[in-house]
């Protein structure tokens, strides 16, 4: 039996790589809205990859959307990236997409591919950014860094909170008077990362101590040991002699929870 000339051997090789990688790039939809759509078998057919290719990027940006969508995020954004052009992949008939375990869902991320129906089994990973939107507050004008905000300095705003991994502000009256550790444009949404620490009182200072449990609070005092600073434990030695640890939580007073 007569062999085919090996010149025409790695050009069928290259052709069907080729299409396989076509149907796969065309997942790169940058910008576009998250919308449910049933999911489909993908081909590397060369007659018709971008039709073919859209149910498999619709499959993927569900798979997050079933993630990240909730009370909490009311609109959210995936933005599909591109696979390595350097990547040469076999034929494929069917290619299913998953999300990788421990794979974070906002911000930057990855969703994996991989062949289920073809002659080569292959597995990659195609960039993803997921963009969750929900209420936050943003500087109402340009602030300084070491600025103390005031209520007039902040507005009410959706802000894009999977930009940033520190939480968004939403309380503007737990943030009265607090410092910047850094400067805000107009419109910039305000993150716990960027407040400085609220000092309440110094080591040595007479605090009031208050334990809250369930429907009921005793209230002492005691000598502050370290610095009360907010949202950091504080200890204190009670009139009894007793250490404990608590928050500070206004002008000296600690709070233990029972």
């Known amino acids: 039996m007569n ?6 051997r790695p050009s069928l090789r290259r052709a069907s790589a080729r299409a396989g990688l076509a149907v796969l790039v065309c997942l790169a939809a940058a910008g576009a809205w998250a919308q449910a759509a049933p999911a489909s078998p993908a081909s590397t057919s060369p007659a018709e990859p971008p039709s073919l290719a859209e149910p498999l990027a619709s499959q993927v940006r569900q798979l997050f959307l079933d993630r990240v969508v ?10 599909l990236g591109r696979l390595d052009p350097r990547l040469r992949l076999a034929a494929c008939q069917k290619v299913d997409a998953y999300i990788p375990n421990g794979t974070r869902v906002w911000g930057p991320s990855r969703v994996g591919l991989r062949c289920v129906d073809g002659p080569t089994a292959w597995n990659v990973y195609l960039p993803v950014t997921v963009h969750v939107y929900g209420p936050g507050l943003v500087a109402a004008g340009p602030l300084p860094a070491g600025h103390v905000l005031a209520q007039a300095d902040l507005r009410e705003a959706e802000i894009n909170l999977s930009e940033n991994r520190s939480p968004a502000v939403t309380d503007a009256l737990a943030v009265v008077g607090r410092s910047l550790t850094a400067p805000l444009v107009a419109g910039q949404g305000l993150r716990e990362s960027g407040l400085k620490s609220r000092q309440w009182f110094g080591p040595g200072d007479t605090v009031q101590v208050r334990a809250v449990g369930g429907g009921f609070a005793i209230v002492g005092s005691g000598e502050a040991l370290t610095a009360g600073m907010e949202g950091q434990l504080v200890r204190v030695r009670t009139e009894n002699g007793k250490i404990v640890s608590g928050l500070p939580v206004a002008d000296r007073v ?3 929870t029972l």
């Open 3 to 8: 062999s085919p000339l090996p010149s025409t």
């Open 70 to 79: 909730g009370p909490a995020s009311p609109r959210a954004e995936v933005v």
């Open 254 to 256: 600690v709070e233990i």
